[in-house]
Structure formats: C-alpha cells, structure tokens
C-alpha cells in the first residue's frame, strides 16, 4: 500500500510561480516511477511530468520549459516547479505511481493562476 499527500497549490498570478510536493510513504520510494498528473474543469486528467528511478525526465509540450519535476529520494518527496505559470495551467495536480499494475493516487492539489 503507498499512499500520496500533494501540498503547495494556491492562488498565483500569471507570470508566477509555486512548487507542489507530493510525499510518498513507503521505504522503496527510490525504485518507483513518479508523475504529475492535472485535470482542468470540464477535462480529463492528462499527464504534466515523469521523474523515472534514475532522474531521467518527460513533460507534456504545453509545460516544457516552465515546470521541472524532481525528487528527493531521502525525504520520499517528489516535486513540481512551476514557473511562468499560465491562466490554463489552473487545475487540480495529482502526484501519481504505478506498482505492480496498481495505479496510486494522491487527493490533489488546487493551481490557480489569475489573469
């Protein structure tokens, strides 16, 4: 069982910036493949960011250049920065991993970015 808590979502400004963090439990984090997911009002959840095991990176088109997702293998914490953010970046984010066939979900974090 893995559990996955999102926190640093807010209110901010286009043009600005916030960093999410996903804490995972569990004491194989380092083997797991994290991602970002988001899903906009009225849309289906689409996939923002890949972190694999080793660090290599993935990241939609629409947030290349302006997110960086990362982890901290020592504080089972993967996390978003979000720079340059975007009225349409305004979504629910959800910290996500696969094991084993299972999908694991976080609650989700609120983005909002005010014009």
């Known amino acids: 069982q893995v559990q996955l808590v999102e926190s640093g979502g807010g209110l901010v400004q286009a043009g600005g910036s916030l960093r999410l963090s996903c804490l995972a439990s569990?004491?194989?984090?380092?083997?797991?493949?994290m991602r970002w997911y988001r899903q906009a009002p009225g849309k289906q959840r689409e996939l923002v960011a890949t972190?694999?095991?080793?660090?290599?990176?993935n990241y939609a088109d629409d947030v290349k250049g302006r997110f960086t997702i990362s982890r901290d293998n020592a504080k089972n914490t993967v996390y978003l920065q979000m720079n340059s953010l975007k009225p349409e970046d305004t979504a629910v984010y959800y910290c996500?991993?696969?094991?084993?066939?299972?999908?694991?979900w976080g609650k989700g974090t609120l983005v909002t970015v005010s014009s």
């Open positions: 972190i694999s095991r080793s660090g290599s990176t």
């Open positions: 569990g004491s194989i984090f380092s083997f797991y493949v």
């Open positions: 996500n991993t696969e094991i084993l066939g299972m999908d694991y």
